[in-house]
Structures are given as structure tokens and as C-alpha cells.
């Protein structure tokens, strides 16, 4: 792995950089990233609505590991955007998602959306909390990442106060891995073999008790300043949202900004 001061894993980056050439085929490796896509913006105007922003007011996101660009895509063509930067540590995905991005006029916009192959460690911070992105968005991403709290931390530093960081992961059960580990690498082959790390996966209680400690975040409030939604993906239909499956399975989870 890198330096200390990096969240970036080789390994992770060389798994991500062989998968890229297949990142928008809706059947391909990411197929599942595909699907899931509507439900993060549903999941984003539900944290959206618990904060405090002027009416009419554009959002400038951050999309942190943004891979080939499917969430960072959707969201910059939405009236509501002002712009996405979007940032991924592994070169071949951010190169497939700046070709992709060429196919779509509006995307190519001054400003609309923006890709670098950099990592949040060393993307410059703002100049003041005010500069800050009004959502952050890390979907399919800390299960990537050995050690959590200081890449959270790192991306803390970029969220304006009152703003969102909206993810997605996944808990750390007997039934992940049985649906993650065991029948989505090993028997579907739905994403190539070592896709996923287990020991990785974080509970949504983890989550939360790190938010609830962390300076600057806002869970206990009043105490809607954290939200989750635990999903299911069933064959066929698509992921669906599954009450109280966030405690064994794949959940989005959002936390706000003091
Ligand atoms: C499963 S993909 C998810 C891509 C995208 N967020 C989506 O869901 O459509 C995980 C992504 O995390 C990226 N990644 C790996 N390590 C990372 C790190 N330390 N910081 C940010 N992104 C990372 C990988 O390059 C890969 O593109």
C-alpha cells in the first residue's frame, strides 16, 4: 500500500484500472453500480430535506471515487446542479469517464463536470468552510479504503457547513458476504473475484458512532442530521429500498455538517 498519508491502495487501483474499459456497458462488471444509480439521487433529495438551504439555491458536489463517472454523470446534467467534480485515485477509470463525458454536449459545459485522477488527500482544500461543497458524495467507495476514519476525516475538511456527505456500503454480516463475497464473485460472477474486501465492510452503527464523536458533524442535534436506507438487490427488479436491511446488507447513509 502508499504512504501513510494516503488512503490510496495499489492493489484496489490496479483492480479498478482493469476494469475499466467495461464501466458503461450496462451488462459489464458495474452493472450493479448502474442499477443502483436512481436510488442515490432518491437517497440525496431525502437528506436534501432535512437542510437548511434557500429554495432555488444550485448544488456544487464533490463525487469522491467517482469511477467511470455514472453518479457524476447523472447528477451534473440535473437542473439542481451547479457543478460536479469528480475525483477517482485510479488513472484508466478517470480516463474512460472524461471519454464518456465527451458524448453528452451538455456535459462538456464550461464548469458542468470535472474529472482528476487525484485523491482527497491532495485535493486543495477551500479557502474558507463557506468555499466548501454543498454534498459530497463516496458511493461504493470506503469498502475500498483500510482505514476509514482518516479518509473521512480528509473529505470532512471539503463539505460546507450545513452540507451533506452521502454514501454507500456495505455492513459487515454473515450475509454480505454470503450475497457480496460467496454468490456475487464466486457463483454469479457478477463483479470479477477480489472485487471486495469483507473485513473492509463497516456496520451502519459504526457509522454512526463515528459521526456522533466526530468534531463538526451534526447527528445529535436533532438528530436528522443522519440518515440511512438499507437496499436490497433483487434479480430482475432491480435494487430495492429494504427497511431495517441496512443492519446486514448494502445501505447509503448521510451525515450533516455543523
Ligand atoms: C466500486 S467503484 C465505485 C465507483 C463509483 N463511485 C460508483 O459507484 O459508480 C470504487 C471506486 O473507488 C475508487 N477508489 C479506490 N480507492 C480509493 C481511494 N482511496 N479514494 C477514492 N477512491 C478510491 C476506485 O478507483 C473505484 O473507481
Request: charged share 20%; net charge negative.
Amino acid at each position: 500500500s502508499s504512504s501513510p498519508h494516503s488512503s490510496v491502495n495499489h492493489t484496489e487501483v490496479s483492480h479498478f484500472n482493469a476494469l475499466a474499459a467495461s464501466w458503461w456497458d450496462p451488462h459489464g462488471s458495474s452493472r450493479l453500480l448502474h442499477l443502483m444509480n436512481p436510488l442515490r439521487h432518491d437517497f440525496i433529495q431525502r437528506c436534501k430535506e432535512t437542510r437548511i438551504q434557500e429554495e432555488g439555491q444550485k448544488m456544487r458536489i464533490l463525487d469522491i471515487g467517482c469511477g467511470g463517472g455514472i453518479f457524476a454523470e447523472s447528477a451534473a446534467r440535473l437542473s439542481s446542479t451547479a457543478s460536479v467534480t469528480a475525483i477517482d485515485p485510479t488513472p484508466e477509470v478517470i480516463a474512460i469517464a472524461r471519454k464518456h463525458a465527451r458524448t453528452d454536449p451538455k456535459l462538456m459545459e464550461e464548469g458542468r463536470l470535472t474529472y482528476l485522477n487525484t485523491a482527497i488527500e491532495n485535493l486543495p482544500l477551500p479557502s474558507s468552510p463557506q468555499e466548501g461543497f454543498d454534498v459530497i458524495t463516496v458511493f461504493e467507495v470506503i469498502e475500498h479504503i483500510q482505514q476509514p476514519v482518516p479518509f473521512l476525516r480528509a473529505v470532512l475538511k471539503h463539505l460546507k457547513p450545513g452540507g451533506w456527505l452521502i454514501g454507500s456500503t456495505i455492513a459487515r454480516t454473515g450475509v454480505s458476504w454470503l450475497t457480496t463475497k460467496f454468490v456475487a464473485e464466486e457463483v454469479l460472477r457478477m463483479v470479477p473475484r477480489g472485487t471486495h474486501e469483507w473485513s473492509q465492510y463497516i456496520q451502519p452503527s459504526e457509522m454512526r458512532e463515528w459521526a456522533k464523536y466526530e468534531d463538526g458533524v451534526d447527528v445529535g442535534v436533532d438528530g436528522r442530521g443522519w440518515q440511512v436506507m438499507g437496499v436490497v438487490y433483487v434479480p430482475g427488479l432491480g435494487w430495492k429500498e429494504v427497511s431495517g436491511s441496512a443492519d446486514w446488507g448494502n445501505y447509503f447513509f448521510g451525515v450533516r455538517k455543523l
